[in-house]
């Protein structure tokens, strides 16, 4: 906010002493939810460049890894530092155990390298072992949506429809653990969210 002179001046001094003319109003916790609403606030994450593949081994399909398939990368001349969807699980988890996941103020997006853009529910749990998520990023590369075991709700989907209108991603990179960590700890103060 302005002050009169133009310039910012903060709420609280950093003793707790309140501003003269300042109101102290606590923050409103947010309802489970309140993001779904229409005009409502929720931050949008998008995992651009996710390393999400799947490759025949044998009779089964797998998620390709660069420690599983390493032979396979070299042999179809890819890098096996790029092949990585162990940074998009410890994302997932991150972001979807978050305070701010938990108020419904968070929606993620993970767009692969293969342009494949997936939509995931604010309730979906992520597997904590990379083994079932593997598994699970499989059925869903294959099947296109993952739905809940005890109803028709689809907690992962593929959008099919997808241009590069509507989600236009930004041209800086940005380090997934770090980015992820600060980002929704920011906008869980600024909204009250603890």
């Known amino acids: 906010m ?15 002493e309140q501003e003269e003319g300042w109101d102290a109003v606590t923050p409103k916790r947010p309802r489970l939810g309140a993001g779904n609403k229409i005009g409502g606030r929720r931050l949008i994450v998008v995992l651009e460049g996710a390393s999400l593949e799947t490759v025949k081994v044998g009779k089964t399909y ?18 096996p530092g790029e092949v990585r969807p162990d940074i998009a699980h410890q994302s997932l988890l991150m972001l979807m155990d978050s305070p701010l996941n938990r108020a419904g103020l968070l929606q993620v997006y993970i767009h692969t390298q293969k342009n494949v853009l997936i939509e995931v529910n604010p309730q979906t749990r992520i597997p904590r072992t990379f083994d079932r998520f593997c598994g699970l990023m499989v059925q869903l590369l294959h099947k296109l949506s993952v739905r809940a075991a005890d109803g028709p709700q689809k907690l992962l ?3 099919v429809e997808y241009t590069e209108k ?12 770090l980015t992820c960590a600060k980002l929704t700890t920011a906008f869980e103060e600024v909204w009250g969210v603890i």
Not at 2 to 16: I, L, S, V
Not at 166 to 177: C, D, E, F, G, R
Request: proline share 6%.
């Open 2 to 16: 302005a002050a009169p002179n133009g310039r910012f001046q903060p709420r609280e001094r950093r003793g707790g």
């Open 166 to 177: 509507m989600v236009s991603i930004s041209n800086y990179p940005l380090s997934a653990a």
């Open 62 to 79: 797998e998620l390709l890894n660069c420690d599983k398939h390493k032979s396979v990368l070299l042999k179809n001349g890819r890098d």
């Open 157 to 159: 989907k593929v959008n």
